[in-house]
Every structure is written in structure tokens, then in C-alpha cells.
């Protein structure tokens, strides 16, 4: 299968041979003219990155003279799924604050002098693009989710005024974008959320807020300067955060496959039941390596004194897991099966009760415990067994399951008893 293609527009950082695999920079010309710049391609864990220079290599051409039209078709010419652009932006509200990543999803284009339709002749018909929502929210996630997990400072909406430039505001203007429900202002991002949405490829905007336009009067107003100089200052943290969203796609297309390798088998135990079997996963070496090698990354950095593993297929799992990370291992089980002095916890059955059981010495007080199973479907089993590691005093990290059923609401389950629950796969009516 061929690999994930992902545009990048602006400055991103990204250029660095040193981070692309197989690298190489291309002239390439469309209908519509040349790029800002040669596309610089190569490869991120497995995903193939198109990357143009918004303003040019030297930042040569003003943001009213970018041929944006050139820009987009050039990566949806190149077979790009998703456009991710990184932009310089003031902002027009006290709680942006310099520095702060803003993820747009909404724009007012002001802009008077720019190309901002492909179809300047209607030749097979009219076509008006809808644009209700003009940023991807697919990407709108995964940026969120980046910014999120690397700590930095964001705000999950924002709408952008997009002005022609390359002068910057008067104060009047400024306080009357603030009038139109604008968050932020820049010179460069509505006519490519227009173009990206015409050519219907998926685009998503980084922002980051470099300084408050001039309606802050307790404030230095624009000047290209502060805006090189807060750039400059922030580019390593842009570009983590466009390496962490692009690294995202990758660990999609691992999960999908990981799905793959999972058999389901319909009408077991009983009628109805579609039965979603890791054995075939835990036989395939390359599907269980990347799968504990994924949950190694999700709690390499985790403070976890011991994983507990719940009978039986959580057993696998869990002493595979420990294993990677250094920690002890504990066995939860069904009756009967553990030799020393236990406590019990029951749990109901669709007809009847069942009980987990636990020593009553494999847990100490305020021990960091990480509950492992393959599976959760309706979570009695899971937070039975949570119940016995809290009674021993122990404090649950999280709850793991590479499996989850939505349907049967066992997330919901734990989660109203105050437990975290990560999941990889989702199998929904499937």
C-alpha cells in the first residue's frame, strides 16, 4: 500500500534533511504558474511530506503576490490527503497571548487583490463550493491533540481576518476586526482554506500569535521585526508540533493494520456475540511487536510500580508489557486459581454473577498500578478488578484495553467510577 501523502505550507522547520528520510527538493510548474518555492519531499515515520515555502525560500514575495492557486494544486497534484499550513497571526484578544497556538476554524477574508477560485469559466456548469466549515476537523483534532500532549499553550478555536497587506492595520481597523467576531489577523490564510477547499483537500492552520496588531495600547504594535523575532523563538516548538500530528497519521495506519491482524469470529460463545479474537494478532510477531512497542510508548514515561493483568489474555499482554517497562507484574483471576490468602470481588453476568480474586499481598499502599486486558465490552470484569487493587490500597494509572467494543459502554462504566481508560482499537458494528 502506498505510503500517507501530507502537504505542509509555510515555514515550518520541517526543510531540516536530517528529519526527512529519502530527501530531495523538486521544480515542479502547474496550470496555474510555479510555486512559492521548490517542494521539498521526503518521508516521517512512514509518511510522505510535501513541503513548500509560502513566502519563498528567501521570503521574497509578499503575501498578496503568493500564488496560492499554484501552492494548493501542487500538492493535490503531488496525491496529498491533507494540506497542514503554519502561519504568523495577531491577535486581537487580551487572552492570545504572544506565543500562544491559535487552531483556526473559521475566517473572514478581507482580502481585495488575491486568485481565489480555480474555476474562473464555469465551463461544465456552475460551481459554488460550500464552506461552512473551512478547516479540516479531522486536523483540527490532531493538532489540538499535539498541542495538548507536548504542554504548549493553545486555544482549540479561532476565527482569522485575512487582510491583503503587506501593510499592517490602523487602529481603526483593528478594533473593527475585534467588531466582527475576529480573533486573530494575518495576510495569508483564507485565500488557501478557499483553494484547499475547491480542490477537496482536507487543510488545517497552526497559528501561532506573534504579537496584539495595534489595538493594545499598552502594547508595541506590529512590526515585522517582533514578528521575525517571536518566529525565531518558537520555531522548534512549531515544528514538534507539526512532527507529533504527522507521527499521529502513522500510528493510525499501525492501528489499522492492527485491526487487521485481529480475527472476528460471529455467534461465539452464543448467538449474536461477534467475537473479536487477539489470538491470531499474538501469533503474527511483527502485529504483537508493534503492539507492545505502542503501549510501551504510551507508558514509557509513566511513574508505574507494577502492571496487573487480567485472566487470561490479559496476562499475555501485561507480563509482556511489564517486561518492556521495568515494573513488577500482578495476576488477577478467576476463583480458585490462586494459591495464597485472596480477596474477592463480584461482578454480574448477563445470567448470574461471577468473581475476580487477587492476593492479598500483591499489592502495597500507594503502589502505581496499570490495569491490562485485551479487550472491554461491558467492563464488569475491568472494574471488578479495579475494585480489588483500590481495596489494597494501590492507585490506578489507567485502565488499558488494545480493544474496546463502544457499544457495550464498558468505558462509560469505569469512567463514571473515576477511572481512565485507553483504548487502540475500536471495533463498532463491524
Request: charged share 30%; glycine share 8%.
Amino acid at each position: 500500500m502506498a505510503a500517507l501523502k501530507i502537504g505542509v505550507i509555510g515555514g515550518s522547520g520541517l526543510e531540516n534533511p536530517e528529519l526527512l528520510e529519502n530527501f530531495k527538493q523538486k521544480e515542479v510548474d502547474t496550470p496555474f504558474g510555479k510555486p512559492s518555492s521548490p517542494i521539498t519531499t521526503g518521508r516521517i515515520n512512514g509518511v510522505d511530506v510535501f513541503i513548500i515555502s509560502r513566502h519563498g525560500v528567501k521570503h521574497e514575495i509578499p503575501p498578496t503576490q503568493v500564488n496560492n492557486r499554484a501552492n494548493i494544486f501542487a500538492l493535490k497534484n503531488e496525491g496529498c490527503k491533507y494540506i497542514i499550513a503554519t502561519t504568523a497571526v495577531g491577535s486581537l484578544r487580551e487572552d492570545i497571548r504572544r506565543g500562544d497556538f491559535v487552531i483556526l476554524d473559521q475566517f473572514i477574508d478581507f482580502t481585495k487583490q488575491r486568485k481565489l477560485t480555480f474555476f474562473e469559466q464555469f465551463e461544465f456548469g456552475p460551481v459554488h463550493t460550500p464552506m461552512p466549515e473551512p478547516f479540516s476537523n479531522i486536523l483540527r483534532k490532531k493538532l489540538i491533540e499535539s498541542c495538548h500532549k507536548l504542554g504548549h499553550a493553545y486555544h482549540e478555536k479561532g476565527t482569522v481576518v485575512t487582510i491583503e497587506g503587506p501593510r499592517f492595520s490602523t487602529k481603526a481597523e483593528s478594533k473593527m476586526f475585534q467588531q466582527f467576531g475576529a480573533d486573530v489577523i494575518n495576510m495569508s490564510i483564507a485565500p488557501e482554506a478557499i483553494l484547499a477547499n475547491e480542490a477537496e483537500v482536507p487543510y488545517g492552520v497552526i497559528a501561532m500569535s506573534t504579537d496584539y496588531d495595534c489595538w493594545k495600547e499598552d502594547e508595541e504594535p506590529a512590526s515585522w521585526e517582533v514578528i521575525r523575532m517571536v518566529m525565531r523563538e518558537n520555531t522548534e516548538r512549531v515544528k514538534k508540533v507539526l512532527l507529533e500530528t504527522i507521527n499521529s497519521f502513522s500510528r493510525d495506519e499501525e492501528i489499522r493494520k492492527l485491526k487487521e491482524s485481529i480475527r472476528t469470529i460471529p455467534n461465539f460463545p452464543k448467538q449474536g456475540i461477534m467475537f473479536r479474537d487477539i489470538t491470531t494478532l499474538l501469533k503474527d510477531k511483527d502485529a504483537l511487536r508493534k503492539l507492545i512497542d505502542m503501549l510501551y510508548d504510551r507508558y514509557k514515561d509513566f511513574a508505574i510500580d507494577a502492571v496487573a493483568g487480567i485472566e487470561s489474555r490479559g496476562f499475555v499482554l501485561a507480563g509482556m508489557l511489564a517486561g518492556r517497562l521495568g515494573t513488577g507484574l500482578v495476576l488477577i483471576r478467576k476463583p480458585g486459581k490462586l494459591p495464597a490468602e485472596t480477596i474477592s470481588e463480584p461482578y454480574n453476568l448477563e445470567y448470574g454473577v461471577d468473581s475476580v480474586e487477587i492476593h492479598k499481598d500483591a499489592i502495597s499502599p500507594k503502589q502505581k498500578i496499570l490495569l491490562v486486558d485485551d479487550l472491554i465490552a461491558t467492563g464488569g470484569t475491568a472494574l471488578a478488578s479495579c475494585k480489588l487493587i483500590t481495596q489494597l490500597q494501590g492507585e490506578i494509572v489507567e485502565c488499558c484495553f488494545p480493544i474496546e467494543l463502544p457499544e457495550l459502554k464498558g468505558r462509560e462504566k469505569l469512567e463514571q467510577a473515576n477511572q481512565k481508560v485507553f483504548t487502540l482499537m475500536k471495533f463498532e458494528g463491524e
